[in-house]
């Protein structure tokens, strides 16, 4: 048995003991539940203005607290999975994106064809001071002999 069930049985087994009827049984159980829903509320901030109401302020913000306590209490399970999904999204985008950046600013910006081209400029211009330096040598050994 797990532990949901074995508190659903518990929490049977003991309006039993205490003569509840159905309706009574089902009004524990309502009771209950709007107290939980306050509590996770309060834990997560929600509420007349909530998180959002208070980092952004004003109407505005008093606006989007509302909708997002609104959007809790109507369904605290799907906030839940946004709240989970969005924190495990946002650092694979930023990581994607920070990949991205870094892969583009490490790529070499010359393409095979710039890079022959300046290696052929290069190539011409040692051939020309090699020649250069050999005209000069050749030039001082005809004064000197």
Do not use: N, Y
Not at 15 to 26: K, N, R
Not at 44 to 53: D, E, I, R, T, Y
Not at 93 to 99: D, E, F, K, P, S
Request: charged share 25%.
């Amino acid at each position: 048995m797990s532990p949901t069930e074995a508190f659903k049985v518990a929490f049977l087994m003991r309006c039993a003991d205490e003569g509840l009827d159905i309706e009574q049984t089902h009004q524990r159980v309502k009771t209950a539940l709007a107290k939980a829903r306050t509590e996770k509320r309060a834990l997560f901030g929600l509420g007349a203005g909530g998180v959002a109401g208070g980092a952004a302020g004003g109407p505005a913000g008093a606006a989007a607290g509302a909708a997002a306590g609104h959007w809790f209490e109507k369904d605290p399970t799907g906030m839940g999975k946004f709240l989970t999904l969005t924190g495990l999204a946002l650092p694979v985008a930023l990581g994607v994106t920070g990949g991205k950046l870094l892969a583009d600013a490490k790529k070499d910006p010359l393409t095979v064809e710039e890079a022959k081209t300046d290696e052929e400029l290069s190539e011409i211009q040692r051939l020309t001071d090699r020649a250069r330096r050999l005209k000069q040598l050749r030039a001082a050994q005809s004064t000197i002999g």
